[in-house]
């Protein structure tokens, strides 16, 4: 099926978003967390973070300043930090309804059960029931003039990893902690290892 | 386990790059067509593609300028476009081959064995193997100073697509079609659906 670009223009907006959202291909699944400098917390599902850079550790995602995310941008701009928490197959409800539109006085771990941690003197609380999560430091944060998106750039500190999906190399077995991927808006999956492949070189 | 950012700065520096690479989660597995003035062909797995936006429909994605994607980089800037192909699960080795360390007028095309293909009138090479693919306009590109990246901002064209694939609200079946997930720097997944979730509304 050939979609043109005038084709997909004219698509009904719900469906294009639909559509659009599934051209990437699989994203990551995380929740941040957050927290004002009045003590409330917050959470919320991200499907944006990407790997930015190992030397020095540096993590990206883009966030919709005036989405249901609005209170993770503000938090993570007045505390200057945040967790980052991967999505296991155990919590996928509760975190998919951290999406839902809370006021900022309202914690969406009341809301969806899940358990807010401190770790290691964080400021910003971790998701207890995740597997494998960090802690962040803001970096800077680029307004994207383009469609209003901002791109936040984190330096990773701590990390807390499950000992057994970390292999002998530093790979982290991410099917050892049932960590899921996202399709399109709305889709989790989990995953099958196919294979790792050894660096390419000229044959 | 507990892994301080001194203890993650310490680590040997391959074993980082695995450690750090596999932090943000599943990555999506695209190739990168691109296609110079002289009609060099370049093809380049990039883990790094992301959904920016969909009204408009915009793409990002982060290119180390310095890397073994320097000719896709390079291409982009002189030809002001690109395709993105989703990779599947039949062409996983040949996908991860194109990273190896190709001179310019060497075509990944042909060191690899996957088929370029012309659609639509578009002038950069498609793969014809892949099942869903799409043309895309740079947009933007910014220097990410923080650690020398680029970030590459493009515009969503004309869309190829299985038709099997294509669901009544636009979602994408990506499973349909065999699209894969990587995780680390080295490792392909296949996914298996868990579930798709309502848009989700406070209770």
Chains 1, 2 share one sequence.
Do not use: W
């Not at 084709?7 to 659009?20: E, G, K, M, S, W």
């Amino acid at each position: 099926m050939h979609l043109t670009q005038d084709a997909v223009t004219n698509l009904d907006q719900r469906f294009r978003a639909h559509l659009i959202n599934s051209l990437s291909g699989f994203k990551s699944a995380n929740l941040i967390g957050t927290q004002d400098t009045e003590g409330n917390t917050n959470l919320a599902i991200v499907s944006s973070v990407f790997h930015l850079g190992a030397h020095p550790p540096l993590i990206g995602m883009i966030i919709r300043p005036h989405s249901v995310a609005r209170h993770t941008f503000e938090n993570i701009l007045e505390a200057g930090c945040y967790t980052i928490n991967q999505v296991n197959t155990e919590i996928v409800p509760q975190a998919h309804q951290t999406s839902a539109r809370y006021e900022k006085h309202e914690s969406e771990f009341n809301a969806t059960g899940l358990t807010a941690e401190y770790l290691a003197g964080f400021s910003a609380p971790f998701v207890a029931e995740s597997r494998l999560k960090y802690s962040v430091r803001l970096r800077e944060h680029q307004h994207l003039a383009i469609n209003g998106t901002e791109l936040v750039i984190g330096e990773i500190l701590d990390l807390h990893i499950e000992d057994k999906a970390l292999q002998e190399d530093g790979f982290i077995d991410l099917e050892a902690i049932n960590t899921v991927a996202i399709s399109g808006l709305d889709s989790y999956h989990s995953t099958q290892k196919l294979t790792r492949l050894p660096y390419a070189k000229k044959t």
